[in-house]
Nanobody, 123 residues
Framework: QVQLVESGGGLVQPGGSLRLSCVAS????????MGWFRQAPGKEREFVAA???????YYGNSVKGRFTISRDNAKNTVYLQMNSLKPEDTAVYYC?????????????????WGQGTQVTVSL
């Protein structure tokens, strides 16, 4: 069983930055594909970014060029650096892990999820 705990959410003004962190339990973190998803009120869960164990990354179109996903396997942690934030980035952000190491933009391919952290972009 893998437990994921996110942190770093909060209220930020448009154009600002936030860095989310997600710490995973377990000794095989380096094998997982880690993803970030978000869900705004009344909307479906949306893929944000994913990072493979070799460091390859993939981003959703709405965040490409503004967000950066990274990982520190020694700390069992994945990060999401969010820059140039917009009001439409407001959502609950979830960290997810795919233990099979395949990765996907499909949330159903991820077996483990964190509890989520709220990000609000507003004046």
């Amino acid at each position: 069983q893998v437990q994921l705990v996110e942190s770093g959410g909060g209220l930020v003004q448009p154009g600002g930055s936030l860095r989310l962190s997600c710490v995973a339990s377990g000794r095989t973190f380096s094998r997982y594909v880690m993803g970030w998803f978000r869900q705004a009120p009344g909307k479906e869960r949306e893929f944000v970014a994913a990072i493979w164990n070799g460091g390859n990354t993939y981003y959703g179109n709405s965040v490409k060029g503004r967000f950066t996903i990274s990982r520190d396997n020694a700390k069992n942690t994945v990060y999401l650096q969010m820059n140039s934030l917009k009001p439409e980035d407001t959502a609950v952000y979830y960290c997810a892990a795919d233990q099979y190491g395949l990765g996907s933009t499909d949330s159903q391919r991820y077996q483990y999820w964190g509890q989520g952290t709220q990000v609000t972009v507003s004046l």
